[in-house]
């Protein structure tokens, strides 16, 4: 099959599932430009090891992850226009909350200020109809421990 083929019966398959990203318009430009999902999955990373990081009290590295995942965020918003400015700068405060509890040095503030954060998270997700992707506080070191993976009940 030729490659334009693939791209079209890729194309079509995307069409077929409830998942498009047909709201979130995409950048036209001939730079690389991560697509949203492998930003997100970036951050989902720096999401798990800020919190391991935090509770092994590297306070360093959990500041170094910070900073990666507010990037991932900041990102997202500027290179997706779909995304609605609001969705980002409302995970502000909590973003405040982790920083000042790693400058405290502070496992439990941390801890509160994490889960705030992952509630952002989630928000952002049910607000853009991804409500099916929840994050969570992780509860072991294991990949994807940040992720919950069985179906959430139907509102
Ligand atoms: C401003 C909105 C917004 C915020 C905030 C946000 N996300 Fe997302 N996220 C999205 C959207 C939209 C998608 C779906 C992307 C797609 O359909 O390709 C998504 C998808 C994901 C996925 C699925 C990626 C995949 O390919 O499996 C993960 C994991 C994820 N987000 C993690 C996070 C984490 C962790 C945070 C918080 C630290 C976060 N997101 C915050 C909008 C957001």
New binding site residues.
Partial sequence: MKLRMWMLALAGLGAATA???Q??KSPSTDLYVP???????A??T???KLWLAGRAQNWELAAFELRQ?TA??VE??VL?S???VS??T??EPSLQSVTGAIAAKDVRKFSKALGD??E??????R????SF?V?KVPTDPQP?A??QFAPQAKP
């Fill in positions: 998942v498009t990203a709201d979130l697509r949203l999902g492998d930003i997100m999955s951050a989902q720096r999401h798990q995942l991932s965020l997202a918003a997706y779909g995304i609605p969705n980002v409302t995970l954060l992952t952002g998270c989630n928000a952002c997700h607000s853009m109809g991804r992707v994050i994807f940040n992720q």
